[in-house]
């Protein structure tokens, strides 16, 4: 079974400064790592994700992330952090399955952009 | 074009009644899913269908809970005898073939509150 764990419910940084959300994984077989985030009274949109290709993975909106598998780590980042960016943000595992392939999410963190 | 719609976008019931929520995915995506987010939490995975079949409902709760996808497209989210603990935001998503590197796509989901 695979598992994700995010570290830190909340994050909140200032605006221009460095944004890091932290996720683990768990899974006995190589995973599809992916991050989410979720606007308020929005459904979820896609900002990147990994799939055994390169290990570090660009996004939208200037995020991007690194997969590291001595770590079993998949961290969001983005250089400068920007108002716009306050949201909810969820790291997610998937593995291929004969009978499709769900997403584990983990329990999202809260990111606050301060002025 | 047009991304997964979901009808209700709100739906207050009492408790003991039946509801229906319904997901319009993707034109042309074969797979769909049932996810549900109580609040603080991420979604959990409830039912997964590729085309006209539930491939993979491992994740009802119970019985009370069933889904269909009669055309393989629209599908449908039903609650019987519903109860308190059923309040929660229901999403929908679709993948264009259900394999673990594709992009699940999300819905702006279904607010269900049970009074």
């Known amino acids: 079974a695979q598992s994700v764990t995010q570290l830190g419910s909340h994050v909140s940084v200032s605006e221009g400064a460095l944004v890091l959300l932290r996720c683990n994984y768990s899974?006995?077989?190589?995973?599809?790592l992916f991050w989410y985030v979720q606007y308020p009274n929005q459904g979820l949109q896609l900002l990147l994700k990994?799939?055994?290709?390169?290990?570090l993975v660009k996004g939208i909106n200037g995020f991007e992330a690194e997969f590291k598998k001595s770590e079993t780590s998949f961290h969001l980042t983005k250089p400068s952090a920007h108002m716009s960016d306050a949201a909810e943000y969820f790291c997610?595992?998937?593995?291929?399955?004969?009978?499709?392939?769900?997403?584990?999410f983990g329990e999202g963190t809260q990111l606050t952009v301060n002025p | 074009g047009a991304g997964v719609s979901q009808t209700p976008s709100n739906k207050v019931t009492e408790k003991g009644k039946y509801v229906e929520l319904r997901c319009d995915p993707i034109?042309?995506?074969?797979?769909l899913y049932w996810y549900r987010q109580s609040l603080g939490q991420g979604p959990e995975f409830l039912i997964y269908f590729q085309g006209t079949g539930a491939a993979d409902d491992s994740g009802l709760p119970n019985d009370r809970f069933f889904a269909v996808r009669p055309e393989g497209s629209v599908s449908t989210l039903k609650i019987q005898r519903t109860e308190r603990g059923d309040s929660a935001m229901y999403l929908c998503?679709?993948?264009?073939?259900?394999?673990?590197?594709?992009?699940?796509?999300f819905g702006p989901g279904t607010r269900l509150t049970v009074l």
């Open positions: 998503a679709s993948s264009i073939a259900g394999y673990g590197t594709d992009t699940q796509y």
């Open positions: 990994y799939t055994s290709a390169a290990t």
């Open positions: 034109s042309g995506h074969t797979a």
């Open positions: 899974s006995s077989v190589p995973p599809y």
């Open positions: 997610a595992v998937s593995l291929f399955q004969t009978s499709g392939s769900r997403l584990t």
